[in-house]
């Protein structure tokens, strides 16, 4: 499975338009990390002027993943199981409403994380991968990308375990699907596509990633069409 490797504190690639900025929507991030020596951020929708205007994905020095969302303070959907350590990973966020947010890490429901402490983000101007890409610039990924996909839709438990197992994205609420990179080792340039043709990402720094999957039958799922 390819991918983008962030390896720079400076790496991302960033959408400036063609997403949505409220919910519900669902987000789904195939990625994983070669450290927990700090705290990273695999996906944000962020507004750039500030720090405390998103949604994200944060990953914990203790190897828990963390669904965020921020207006002025920080709430969190706090999974309680962890990554393992360069294998690729699928983490499901699920924004339902302004009350309502779910993160699910690898199909693994038991341990998933809720929060119904009410947050609504204003002035999201950018979905970015790699860092938390808002004014602070920070949280690098020290890792992989491997592709992703965004529902305009609160996706239901049979398919967020569906996408967890490497379901294609493009066959999962089609309807829905509003964004799908399937893969960030495929770009075009400095480009990597978005194949619904909404938001495509440009990349600043960073370098394809041939890493294999080591959960061979999930591997196939984000690449097809």
Same mark, same amino acid.
Not at 57 to 85: E, F, M, P, R
Not at 147 to 171: F, N, Q
């Given at each position: 499975?390819?991918?983008?490797?962030? *390896?720079? /504190?400076?790496?991302?690639?960033?959408?400036?338009?063609?997403?949505?900025?409220?919910? &519900?929507?669902?987000?789904?991030?195939?990625?994983?990390?070669?450290?927990? /020596? =700090?705290?990273?951020? &695999?996906?944000?929708?962020?507004?750039?002027?500030?720090?405390?205007?998103?949604?994200?994905?944060?990953?914990?020095?203790?190897?828990?993943?963390?669904?965020?969302?921020?207006?002025?303070?920080?709430?969190?959907?706090?999974?309680?199981?962890?990554?393992?350590?360069?294998?690729?990973?699928?983490?499901?966020? $699920?924004?339902?409403? *302004? $009350?309502?947010?779910?993160?699910?890490?690898?199909?693994?429901?038991?341990?998933?994380?809720?929060?119904?402490?009410?947050?609504?983000?204003?002035?999201?101007?950018?979905?970015?991968?790699?860092?938390? *890409?808002d004014s602070s610039a920070s949280n690098?990924?020290?890792?992989?990308?491997?592709?992703?996909?965004?529902?305009?839709?609160?996706?239901?438990?049979?398919?967020?375990?569906?996408?967890?197992?490497?379901? $294609? &994205?493009?066959?999962?609420?089609?309807?829905?699907? #509003?964004?799908?990179?399937?893969?960030?080792?495929?770009?075009?340039?400095?480009?990597?596509?978005?194949?619904?043709?909404?938001?495509? #990402?440009?990349?600043? #720094?960073?370098?394809?990633? =041939? #890493?294999?999957?080591?959960?061979? @039958?999930? @591997?196939?799922?984000? $690449?097809?069409?």
């Amino acid at each position: 499975m390819s991918g983008w490797l962030f *390896d720079n /504190a400076s790496a991302y690639a960033r959408a400036t338009t063609g997403f949505l900025t409220v919910p &519900p929507f669902t987000i789904l991030c195939v990625f994983q990390t070669s450290s927990l /020596a =700090a705290t990273q951020c &695999p996906w944000v929708m962020a507004a750039s002027g500030t720090t405390s205007q998103n949604w994200r994905i944060q990953v914990n020095t203790d190897g828990t993943v963390w669904w965020n969302c921020a207006a002025g303070s920080t709430v969190q959907a706090q999974c309680t199981n962890t990554v393992t350590l360069n294998v690729p990973q699928y983490f499901v966020g $699920v924004a339902v409403s *302004d $009350v309502d947010r779910t993160g699910v890490l690898n199909g693994d429901f038991a341990n998933k994380g809720t929060n119904t402490t009410s947050r609504v983000p204003t002035g999201v101007n950018r979905l970015s991968f790699g860092m938390k *890409d808002d004014s602070s610039a920070s949280n690098p990924l020290s890792g992989v990308v491997h592709y992703a996909a965004l529902w305009g839709a609160a996706l239901d438990d049979a398919e967020i375990k569906a996408i967890s197992a490497g379901a $294609v &994205p493009s066959r999962v609420r089609p309807a829905s699907l #509003l964004s799908y990179w399937p893969s960030f080792g495929r770009h075009n340039g400095s480009v990597i596509p978005d194949r619904r043709g909404r938001a495509p #990402l440009t990349i600043n #720094l960073g370098q394809v990633s =041939a #890493l294999a999957a080591r959960r061979g @039958a999930r @591997a196939a799922g984000g $690449v097809a069409a």
